[in-house]
Every structure is written in structure tokens, then in C-alpha cells.
């Protein structure tokens, strides 16, 4: 199948140890599904919420196909606060059990622009990922909503902060000092630092000053296009195109 016959496009970048650079895992970043490209998705946060499940299929496959031919064994997917709250969260989870994935290598990391409509579903949900055997990770936290009450909340296991927050370290002193005192707060609760944005050496060095355990940006790896090469995977894929063309 040609990149141009499929009805979705991803690309993942890796997620690093900052002390000595092995991968972790990858974040797979839309680009593009079924026409609609990623910036469209960003501005309307609905069609998040109307493809839940399409999408959820596509990054399952994506993974496979990743996790079959490119060494990738862990992958941190995005879901909004609204995806999660939906009635068919849980069957987009499903997406990955039905294509053998387990759970404890697909961590669900909540975007922070907005609290989710229904936020007593939204936190069940995310009780029954977790249960299921599913990393929680909070995304840039700094920004939006993210506040240490919702952290304490969600009960993470990896807390991503805000790309704003290194910019900020390497700028000032007060906020390097801020940043070591977040990475050791986040800590103490027992979960992981990611530290985003990481874009030149001197945000490593800082990175590391603050005693972060992971980072991610353009200094370690620009994100990359997910090739799906595997013909079974291939197969799948018409076969699941094929399905919902009949509905």
C-alpha cells in the first residue's frame, strides 16, 4: 500500500534517559487522518473526540507495525481529557488488546488544555487504564490546567512539564532553582520526570542539574514518520478500511 492509499499518518519521537541518552520509549504524534491534517485537529478539539475510536485502531496498527520493524516497545499515546470521559474510551482501549499489545507498553498521556465535560467518567476511565496495567502520564505540566491538585489526582506515573519551563531554567536562575524543586515535588509523588523541549546542550546540562529522569526534543531526535512496511500489517489495514467503507 502507498503512503498516499492510507487514511492515516504518524510519527514518533523518542523519549531518553538524560544521564545516558538510551530510549525508553517513543510518543506517537498524529499527522494526519483521513484528510485531516494535525493543525485541524488542534484547532478543533471535537474531531478528537468524533474519530475516538478510528484513531485509537490506527495508532494500535501503527504500534504493531512500529513494535514488528522498528524496535519500538513502548509508545506514549495522546488522549484529551473529553476522549477519555467518552463512553467509547474503553472501547478504544480495546483497539490494542484485539492487535496483542499489551497493556503496559502503551502509557496514556492526558493532554492538559481542558478539563473534560465529565470529569466523574474521566477519572473512572483513567482508574480502569491504570488497573488495566496502563501508564498515566500527565502532559506539560506548567500550562493549561495542570496544577499539583490535578496531579495528585490523576496519580501519574511520569509527569511531562511544559517545554516553557527549560526555555525558563537556561534564562534565570529563580527558575532553574524552580524547576529542581518541581522535578523533586513530582518525585516524592513517586512518579517520573519527562523533561520536554529539550533542544540544545545546555538544556541537557540543566536537565540534569534538575535531576530529571527523562527528556525529549529536537536535541536527541526530530520526530520521525512511522513507516508500515509489514504486509500483514498492510493486509489489516485494507481489511479495516474495507469494513468501515461498508458501514
Not at 520493524?69 to 470521559?85: E, M, R, S, Y
Amino acid at each position: 500500500m502507498r503512503n498516499s492509499d492510507r487514511t492515516f499518518q504518524f510519527a514518533h519521537q523518542p523519549i531518553v534517559k538524560v544521564n545516558s541518552g538510551s530510549v525508553i520509549a517513543h510518543e506517537l504524534l498524529l499527522r494526519e487522518y483521513q484528510g485531516i491534517d494535525k493543525d485541524t485537529f488542534l484547532s478543533d478539539s471535537n474531531l478528537f473526540l468524533e474519530h475516538l475510536v478510528g484513531l485509537a485502531e490506527s495508532k494500535a496498527l501503527t504500534l504493531k507495525a512500529l513494535m514488528m520493524n522498528g524496535g519500538v516497545k513502548t509508545l506514549f499515546v495522546n488522549f484529551t481529557p473529553d476522549q477519555i470521559a467518552s463512553e467509547l474510551f474503553v472501547r478504544a482501549l480495546n483497539s490494542f488488546y484485539e492487535n496483542g499489545i499489551a497493556p503496559s507498553t502503551v502509557a496514556i498521556e492526558v493532554t492538559e488544555h481542558k478539563e473534560a465535560s465529565d470529569k466523574e467518567r474521566f477519572y473512572n476511565h483513567l482508574a480502569y487504564a491504570r488497573r488495566n496495567g496502563h501508564p498515566i502520564v500527565v502532559d506539560d505540566f506548567g500550562s493549561g490546567i495542570s496544577n499539583f491538585q490535578h496531579v495528585t489526582a490523576l496519580r501519574p506515573s511520569i509527569v511531562k512539564t511544559d517545554k516553557e519551563l527549560i526555555i525558563n531554567a537556561v534564562l534565570d536562575p529563580w527558575h532553574k532553582k524552580a524547576l529542581k524543586a518541581l522535578v523533586r515535588y513530582i518525585h516524592d509523588l513517586d512518579a517520573r520526570v519527562v523533561i520536554e523541549g529539550i533542544e540544545t546542550e545546555e538544556h541537557l546540562r540543566v536537565a540534569q542539574f534538575c535531576n530529571a529522569d527523562f527528556g525529549q526534543g529536537y536535541f536527541f531526535a526530530e520526530p520521525e514518520l512511522s513507516k508500515i512496511d509489514c504486509p500483514n500489517i498492510i493486509d489489516m489495514m485494507q481489511a479495516k478500511q474495507f469494513k468501515l467503507a461498508s458501514v
